[in-house]
């Protein structure tokens, strides 16, 4: 078939068929680099913020950048996922719904060759995700351990309120607390129960252990949502001001609590520098960086009645970044 | 039917290699010591850490008025030449070395008096509250890389801890008097966005006695 084409006119095909081509290339590398933050929940003011603030980080770097919100849902997670790396999205700045079952959505983006940085929450993989960039609630929680302790003076019975129980931060949280406050043999802890990171549940769930146990010093719970169910609880049953309340994450209304007094700790969580450290980790991949630590820890502040002066809601003071 | 026969013969003969070759028998306790070698030993970490490395160059330290005249006078140079971390964020440690005087002794805390040019100067020494990560950052020997998982350098740190509460606090705590001169080593934990230098905790790593 081809023999019978005029040559020159073969020729000119092929001239317009590079030319075409090149020009299809050149648009397409004029277009920025597309980034996809895909977020756990947006029903949450703290992730809102994780995500609004990686993706201006990933705008202010010069690329496109679409929130994705997977309402705790791992098949919603998935279809973001398949969403993204069909639509030629170049790194992905993930907060997991789901240590254990985020795993095949972080493992389908590598075999696309889509970089993944996790922040906040972590995947139980260590060969998935390009870096983890996460809060050391462990260390976190050994100092909230030691306020505890030095509050209660050694003695006296309590009760942990832990986080949802299939997520890492709440084993983590519970551990680093744990791995100091058991030494002392004076702290009894009377209840340990799961509210899942609620505070209405946190409520309930106090006011239920406290029927049995009307008598404890002390609240120890995973989030800062918990720790103000909690005061609730207590104020309900006429024992605020008696039993002391420890939270964790920084929250606007915890920081507030331990303003008034009525909260007596949190630890202090960094959302913005997890965000725009991913994507500030995402602009190094795309210029060639492959080489980074696979799990980021990122330093956590305790806040007591001492120091609230330095600190408002999810540490944004601009000197504490 | 001989056909049959030889036929029905080699398919047992294959059933029995597949069966054969798809079950094997291992004892359990060699199952555990496999899995066990592949665990994490943070334990062991810790002590080749604490003996080989740190202590070799504990003498490096840097002097702790030094130290904290410099943080007073220009914070950005002493936290950039002395400082580390293995993760990102304001809290940074050194590590630091000293003498003075003991001045008072606590449930929780040792008082070290010393003169820094004319003044006497105060800090403590933790003798209760030996946690966290001051000492595993202080060095700066440690490179996160070395390890897969969050819970192994939290064990890490804990165990180096564990070591200076067993070794090295429990003689202090019994032949320390007031009044006694010390030599000191250990980390300091100083947060570069709210300095607070009223309060200086070191999470001791050497302590040495000179009676009077």
């Not at chain 2, 066990?36 to 604490?50: I, L, N, P, T």
């Not at chain 2, 003991?102 to 449930?107: D, Q, T």
């Not at chain 2, 004319?118 to 595993?136: D, H, M, P, S």
């Not at chain 2, 200076?164 to 019994?174: I, W």
Request: with cysteine; net charge neutral; hydrophobic share 40%.
């Amino acid at each position: 078939m081809i023999k019978h084409f005029p040559q020159p006119f073969l020729l000119l095909l092929l001239s317009l068929l590079i030319v075409t081509s090149s020009c299809k290339n050149k648009a397409a590398s004029d277009q920025p680099r597309k980034i996809a933050v895909v977020v756990s929940t947006l029903n949450n003011p703290w992730f809102v913020f994780l995500a609004q603030k990686a993706s201006a980080k990933a705008k202010e770097l010069g690329y496109e950048a679409k929130i994705f919100d997977s309402q705790n849902n791992t098949a919603l997670e998935t279809e973001h996922f398949e969403n993204a790396i069909a639509s030629g999205y170049s790194a992905i700045l993930f907060n997991p719904t789901d240590a254990e079952g985020s795993v095949a959505n972080v493992m389908r983006a590598k075999a696309a060759k889509v970089p993944v940085f996790c922040m906040d929450r972590e995947v139980n993989t260590t060969d998935g995700a390009t870096s983890q960039i996460l809060s050391d609630s462990y260390s976190g929680c050994v100092a909230i351990g030691r306020y505890f302790v030095e509050k209660l003076n050694k003695q006296g019975k309590y009760v942990e309120l832990l986080g949802l129980v299939s997520d890492n931060n709440t084993w983590n949280r519970s551990k680093g607390f744990h791995s100091l406050v058991d030494n002392y043999p004076g702290l009894k802890m009377v209840a340990q129960q799961s509210a899942d990171f609620d505070r209405n549940k946190a409520m309930e769930v106090l006011e239920s252990i406290l029927q049995a146990n009307p008598d404890i010093d002390a609240v120890f719970c995973g989030n800062d949502a918990m720790a103000m169910g909690a005061y609730q609880a207590l104020v309900a049953a006429g024992k605020a001001g008696h039993v002391k309340v420890f939270g964790f994450d920084g929250a606007e209304d915890a920081v507030d609590a331990i303003k008034n007094g009525k909260v007596e700790a949190t630890a202090m969580q960094f959302p913005q520098v997890m965000a725009e450290t991913a994507a500030q980790y995402a602009d190094e991949y795309f210029k060639g960086k492959r080489e980074f630590p696979k799990k980021m820890p990122v330093a956590v502040e305790l806040v007591t009645q001492n120091n609230v002066g330095d600190y408002i809601a999810y540490g944004k003071k601009d000197e504490g970044k | 039917m001989q056909k049959k026969v030889i036929k029905y013969a080699l398919s047992i003969v294959a059933l029995i290699v597949v069966a054969y070759n798809s079950i094997y028998f291992k004892s359990l306790d060699e199952v555990k010591a496999a899995s066990a070698v592949k665990q994490f030993d943070a334990a062991s970490y810790a002590h080749h850490f604490f003996n080989k490395k740190l202590m070799p160059g504990i003498d490096k330290a840097v002097e702790i008025d030094a130290l904290l005249k410099l943080v007073q006078s220009d914070p950005s140079k002493a936290f950039l030449s002395y400082s580390h971390a293995l993760g990102i964020g304001n809290i940074r440690y050194f590590l630091v070395k000293g003498e003075g005087t003991i001045k008072a002794i606590g449930e929780n805390t040792t008082t070290i008096s010393y003169i820094s040019d004319t003044t006497q100067k105060q800090l403590e020494i933790a003798t209760e509250f030996v946690y966290g990560n001051a000492i595993r950052d202080a060095s700066g020997l440690i490179n996160i890389n070395e390890f897969n998982s969050t819970m192994d350098f939290n064990n890490v740190s804990a165990e180096i801890n564990k070591i200076v509460r067993s070794e090295v606090l429990p003689s202090f705590k019994a032949n320390g008097k007031v009044g006694d001169r010390i030599k000191f080593s250990g980390a300091i934990e100083l947060n570069q966005a709210h300095l607070n230098l009223d309060h200086i905790e070191v999470v001791p790593i050497t302590l040495k006695l000179e009676s009077k």
